[in-house]
């Protein structure tokens, strides 16, 4: 069983910066990626970024040049680094790991940005 423990969520104003961590454990095997979603009230969960075990990246096109998804394959967790945030990037942020067998969530961390 894989547990993902997701960290560093909070309050900010708009402009500011926060790092979301999240630590994978448990029985970890085949893994292809891990990735960050997010889901703001009444809509779908969206990628927001994604990194494949071997380091290739994908961004949502509303956070490419502010976000930026890094991971630390011995710790097995991924961090997403969240800069010049946006009221509109309020949300609530879920972790993800996928493997060649299913695909685990996290519980999530709330996101909120002031205007």
């Known amino acids: 069983q894989v547990q993902l423990v997701e960290s560093g969520g909070g309050l900010v104003q708009a402009g500011g910066s926060l790092r979301l961590v999240c630590a994978a454990s448990?029985?970890?095997?085949?893994?292809?990626?891990m990735g960050w979603y997010r889901q703001a009230p009444g809509e779908q969960r969206d990628l927001v970024a994604a990194?494949?075990?071997?380091?290739?990246?994908d961004y949502a096109d509303s956070v490419k040049g502010r976000f930026t998804i890094f991971r630390d394959n011995v710790k097995n967790t991924v961090y997403l680094q969240m800069n010049s945030l946006k009221p509109e990037d309020t949300a609530i942020y879920y972790c993800?790991?996928?493997?060649?067998?299913?695909?685990?969530w996290g519980q999530g961390t709330q996101v909120t940005v002031s205007s």
């Open positions: 993800s790991l996928r493997s060649t067998v299913r695909t685990y």
């Open positions: 448990g029985t970890i095997v085949s893994v292809r990626s």
């Open positions: 990194i494949t075990i071997g380091g290739s990246t």
